[in-house]
């Protein structure tokens, strides 16, 4: 079980100790878990020794996996466990070569927002004893607490608009890269979402910024120069320092972050000759903004459980 929950002292991030993810987890530790992320947003888990279904287990518990997107890079008759990598096997990458480059918010473009992501670190780069390929977060809870009173009263009840698009044409455009544009038939297949400005928190029920660099493009309920002008702002606003978290990883560690309360953006400060090899769970939040589902699944917290400390 949960021995303990360790809080970075940073504004996101804690370690989970005392619990192998290879094994089915109690109702008190998945409750646990939901009120760990709910109050810091980035768990690790350190130290695991997974194989792709364990992993794929694990994440499932919290709500439907998303399998990859682009229908290859993942584990062998497994499309659920996606590879992040820079590794070439018979001339092709194994995996997403530049996948999370850049500030942005995973599957807000998507009409079922995601929830989780859940990356196991099979293989980190070093260079000269130096950890690299660090992944950043941004607290999006303290930044919509920190907005002026006047500007969330302007913003009450806005929309915004997420396209797919916007983050791929981004990262296509980077020297070096190997997307392809999109075709029609996968911008069909993948249209812009509108969301909530402001959505609240289903575990903490505190209201949380959701407007990401990557992926916004429209603020609905202003004009195009206005909306342009209010979500540089709103972008800036979010990535200021004080809201950020860096996570360097270790081979074995098990990460997990809330992408209703955080942002992410993966570090590219690696050569294509120092392999880095991740696999990831995407879950969505088709669950977890069931208040029924959070309320049972709270329910089963042992009070004289793991403690933070």
């Not at 079980?1 to 290879?22: C, F, H, K, N, Y």
């Not at 890079?73 to 995996?95: A, C, K, R």
């Not at 980190?124 to 500007?151: C, H, K, S």
């Amino acid at each position: 079980m949960v021995r303990a929950v360790e809080p970075s002292g940073q504004i996101l991030g804690a370690t989970v100790r005392g619990l192998d993810l290879a094994k089915p987890l109690s109702d008190v530790d998945f409750a646990t878990i939901l009120e760990a992320l709910g109050r810091h947003g980035v768990l690790r888990f350190p130290a695991q020794q997974l194989e792709a279904t364990e992993l794929r287990d694990f994440s499932r518990r919290f709500g439907r996996i998303q399998a990859t997107l682009t229908g290859r890079h993942h584990e062998p008759g497994m499309p659920e466990v996606g590879y992040l990598s820079n590794i070439i096997e018979n001339g092709e990458p194994i995996g997403i070569t530049d996948a999370g480059q850049d500030w942005h918010t995973d599957m807000s473009y998507n009409e079922t927002v995601g929830f989780l992501n859940v990356l196991y670190a099979v293989k980190v780069p070093r260079r000269d004893g130096q950890v690299l390929g660090a992944t950043m977060f941004a607290n999006t809870q303290a930044a919509y607490e920190d907005l002026a009173p006047e500007l969330k009263a302007r913003l009450e009840g806005a929309t915004a608009t997420h396209d797919f698009n916007k983050f791929w044409e981004n990262m296509r455009t980077r020297p070096g890269s190997l997307r392809a544009p999109l075709s029609a038939e996968q911008r069909r297949r993948r249209p812009p979402s509108v969301h909530p400005l402001f959505l609240t928190h289903p575990i903490t029920g505190r209201r949380v910024l959701y407007c990401n660099p990557g992926y916004a493009i429209r603020i609905n309920e202003l004009d195009e120069p206005e909306s342009d002008r209010m979500l540089e702002t709103l972008f800036a606003h979010q990535l200021q320092p004080k809201y950020q978290y860096t996570h360097r990883w270790t081979e074995g560690d098990v990460l997990m972050w809330d992408h209703i309360g955080t942002l992410h953006n993966a570090v590219a400060d690696y050569r294509p000759d120092e392999h880095r090899l991740m696999k990831r769970c995407q879950v969505m939040a088709d669950r977890i903004f069931e208040p029924a589902f959070v309320r049972e699944a709270l329910s089963a917290a042992s009070p004289a459980g793991a403690t933070s400390r």
